[in-house]
């Protein structure tokens, strides 16, 4: 093949980190090159291997099916090359990148913590976002992330799908829990075994701002066709929590909560429905997926057993 006689491990180097930036620009100002010249390498690479890896719109760009298809081979190429290098050469490890978009999940950021805390060499260069439903399903898309972390059950499960089948992506399942409240310790609900939704009307509702795609079906919270009399929308998880405090208000969760991170003013006491939350993670289907991401699977597991059990 033409395109294996000619193609360079510079040029996937490119490629990646295109993709990894989500701009032609931003990626050259990482690679310390021209944009003009790293948008002619990209052009030249998917001449050479009849291939289109990027779409190109006024709004940026974005990987093709047959991009993502590559990417995961250009992926372990480089990767088995640094691998090569760091035994070889100068012995120097190579910088470690890893993103991953969440919603605002304790056991998430616990999780991102212990691979720090375990595959964090010298130098690395990772993202944690905690972010808006739909832009996780775009980040991931775009490979901004190489994993998101969201939300299936039977109320927005075929919009979700829907989209992720349309993005080129798939869910994976790491438990299924049933719906809690979370609430301060001082709420008068707090020594309950359990609340209805009658019960929660006296106190403020407390749930994350979608901005732009506030539809009901990219809510974090479930039940989010429920009014209620006394509603506040938040950024962050942290403002949320001290809002639960202050307030006595509650949000609706999946009851995992870790008190390394979150302490022990906040406590889940489970709701009286019949709902269930099916919380997952979200990848490219064609993907292989790096050993950062592998191993951040695996901590997610790990958390998730430990805060519920």
């Known amino acids: 093949m033409r395109g294996a006689a000619t193609m360079t491990l510079q040029q996937l ?21 021209s944009q003009p010249s790293l948008s002619n390498a990209i052009r030249d690479l998917e001449e050479e291997i009849s291939v289109t890896i990027f779409e190109r719109t006024n709004k940026g760009i974005s990987v093709t099916n047959e991009g993502s298809e590559f990417l995961s081979y250009a992926r372990q190429v ?73 939300y299936l059950n039977d ?61 009901f079906h990219f809510s974090e919270e479930i039940l989010s066709t429920l009014s209620h009399p006394k509603s506040i929308r938040v950024h962050d998880r942290a403002t949320l929590f001290n809002l639960l405090i202050g307030l006595n208000g509650y949000t609706i969760s999946t009851g995992v909560l870790s008190s390394d991170l979150n302490g022990n003013e906040i406590i889940p006491v489970p709701l009286d429905c019949s709902e269930s939350i099916n919380v997952g993670w979200i990848c490219h289907k064609h993907a292989t997926l790096s050993k950062l991401a592998l191993a951040y699977v695996e901590a997610l597991k790990e958390s998730v057993k430990i805060t519920q059990g």
């Open 78 to 150: 480089v990767e088995q090359a640094e691998l090569l290098e760091n035994r070889y050469l100068d012995g120097k490890l190579a910088p470690q990148h890893f993103s991953v978009s969440t919603q605002h999940y304790a056991f998430a950021v616990n999780a991102f913590v212990n691979l720090v805390r375990d595959y964090g060499h010298a130098e690395y260069e990772m993202a944690l976002r905690e972010t808006k439903t739909h832009e996780i399903i775009e980040d991931v898309k775009s490979r901004r992330s190489e994993i998101g972390i969201l």
């Open 155 to 215: 109320f927005n499960a075929k919009v979700i799908n829907k989209l992720l089948k349309e993005a080129g992506l798939q869910f994976n399942s790491l438990f299924v829990a049933k719906p809690h409240i979370f609430i301060s310790i001082q709420n008068p609900l707090a020594k309950q075994e359990m609340v209805t939704i009658d019960q929660l009307r006296e106190y403020p509702y407390l749930s994350f701002d979608q901005g732009e795609y506030n539809s």
């Open 13 to 33: 180097k490119y490629v990646i980190e295109v993709a990894n930036r989500g701009s032609m620009n931003e990626a050259a100002k990482r690679l310390f090159i």
